[in-house]
């Protein structure tokens, strides 16, 4: 079994940064994508970036210019470096990784607080 730990949530004024980080229990080259999503309270969830086993980025419009992913192979981790937070983007977020047609897994999630 898959188990996809997240860590780095928190509070934060607006403007602030915030570094996630999720650690898999496996090689995460071992996914084809893995992602990070989040759902603010009475919202869907919506996908706020991933990256794909080739290196391949993709980013929800609303955090482009902001938000980066990236990845450590040696540490089965992938980072999702937040900065210039809005209220907007306070949300629990889940990272995510998939195994295309097969299967996809879900981090327990971390809580991000923007406010002042």
């Known amino acids: 079994q898959v188990q996809l730990v997240e860590s780095g949530g928190g509070l934060v004024q607006p403007g602030g940064s915030l570094r996630l980080t999720c650690t898999a229990s496996?090689?995460?080259?071992?996914?084809?994508?893995m992602g990070w999503y989040r759902q603010a309270p009475g919202k869907e969830c919506e996908l706020v970036s991933e990256?794909?086993?080739?290196?391949?980025?993709n980013y929800a419009d609303s955090v482009k210019g902001r938000f980066a992913i990236s990845r450590d192979g040696a540490k089965n981790t992938v980072y999702l470096q937040m900065n210039s937070l809005k209220p907007e983007d306070a949300a629990v977020y889940y990272c995510?990784?998939?195994?295309?047609?097969?299967?996809?897994?879900w981090g327990q999630g971390t809580q991000v607080t923007v406010s002042s």
């Open positions: 995510n990784a998939k195994v295309i047609a097969t299967s996809t897994y």
């Open positions: 990256i794909t086993r080739g290196g391949s980025t």
């Open positions: 496996r090689s995460i080259l071992s996914f084809n994508v």
